[in-house]
């Protein structure tokens, strides 16, 4: 009875899932669909953009503000920062092992909350409820699918569907 009750309570929290799950399935749907020449292609930054994504994910869905907050690199010349050239590139499946960690993190995350805890600050900023940074990310991840799908879209391909 305690569990359904926990359930029904947490009202809020499952509305936030069932937009934020979707949004990051299409993220990773986005490294699965990209085109090998485009995603070597460095004019693109298409990889740029899924990989930018994941890291705002690892960033804001920290549980600790202790926790360190490490950009991997893959061993390369490589940064999530859209605004700065790098000499090489993750792999597919590297990015998509990547995106996977980053969605676990943020479930972790999600799976913590309760429809009382939306409100309170997240770890890393006082002024921003832990309900602002689930959306944030909704808001960001989505622009860069968007993104995404627009260089499939403006090359004669097929976007990746909407969930």
């Known amino acids: 009875m305690r569990i359904e009750l926990m359930i029904m ?4 929290v499952e509305v936030l899932r069932r937009q934020f799950e979707p949004v990051v399935e299409m993220l990773k749907q986005q490294v699965a669909e990209c085109p090998d020449e485009f995603w070597n292609d460095a004019s693109q930054k298409y990889w740029k953009h899924v990989f930018h994504a994941a890291t705002s994910m690892k960033f804001w869905f920290r549980q600790q503000k202790e926790e360190a907050f490490i950009i991997p690199d893959f061993g390369r010349d490589i940064t999530e920062a859209l605004d700065q050239e790098c000499s090489d590139y993750p792999t597919k499946e590297e990015m998509t092992a990547y995106v996977e960690e980053m969605m676990k993190v943020a479930r972790s995350f999600v799976d913590e ?19 602002d940074v689930v959306l944030m990310q909704i808001r960001h991840v ?9 260089i499939l879209n403006s090359n004669q391909l097929e976007a990746v569907k909407w969930i």
Not at 9 to 12: A, E, F, N
Not at 142 to 150: A, E, K, L
């Open 113 to 131: 909350l309760t429809d009382e805890t939306l409100m309170e600050p997240c770890v890393l900023f006082a002024e921003i409820t832990k309900m």
């Open 9 to 12: 309570s947490d009202k809020m």
């Open 142 to 150: 989505q622009h860069h699918v968007g993104y995404c799908n627009s």
